[in-house]
């Protein structure tokens, strides 16, 4: 399967040098490793402030190719859907799956050897068994209230 994410034209290992701020547009989106996890509901407990994810996609989710089915014009579908850039970052990350990329450098942390920029193909994710490709349900058809049902553990 073709990559959707362009990861032509940036050069090696950008990331090691570079501040997330300092990146630009195609270097920032090359860093996405297209895990589909961030499609996916979590559920935040009040009191500890603790974060599930679960295996119930957003209803845009592709679960086949694991990626959006209408990326461009999400929005005008699901309003919600956060645009994930350097100044909101620092908002996100607590909830980010452990292996995405953006909150591994926003930790001070390295990529992943299976990040498709260091393995030279998108495949190497779902060979590492940390995609959610063919791994989750549409949030169409489970309740709300069953989506503790559904709680993954990470990284999968
Ligand atoms: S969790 Fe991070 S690395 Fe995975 S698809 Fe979302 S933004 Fe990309
Ligand atoms: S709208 Fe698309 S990018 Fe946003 S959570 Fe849903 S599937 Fe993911």
Redesign the pocket.
Same mark, same amino acid.
């Given at each position: 399967m073709s990559d959707p994410i362009d990861r032509s034209g940036v050069a090696p290992r950008f990331w090691e040098d570079k501040r997330l701020e300092d990146m630009s547009p195609a270097e920032w989106e090359a860093l996405c490793d297209g895990c589909?996890k *961030? *499609?996916l509901n979590k559920l935040e407990d009040e009191d500890t402030g603790e974060v599930a994810l679960t295996r119930v996609? *957003? =209803?845009?989710?592709?679960d086949s190719t694991c =990626?959006?089915? =209408? #990326?461009a014009t =999400?929005?005008a #579908?699901?309003p919600e *859907?956060?645009v994930l850039s350097p100044s909101t970052i620092a908002d996100h990350a607590y909830w980010l799956p452990a292996t995405c990329a953006y909150r591994l450098l926003w930790e001070g942390r390295r990529l992943e050897p299976w990040h498709p920029l260091i393995s030279g193909t998108a495949e190497s994710v779902h060979r590492a068994g940390v995609s959610m490709r063919r791994a989750t349900v549409s949030e169409a058809a489970i309740d709300d209230e069953d989506w503790e049902d559904h709680i993954i553990e990470e990284p999968v």
């Open positions: 589909g *961030c *499609c996609a *957003c =209803r845009l989710f592709d =990626r959006c089915a =209408r #990326y =999400r929005h #579908y699901v *859907c956060i």
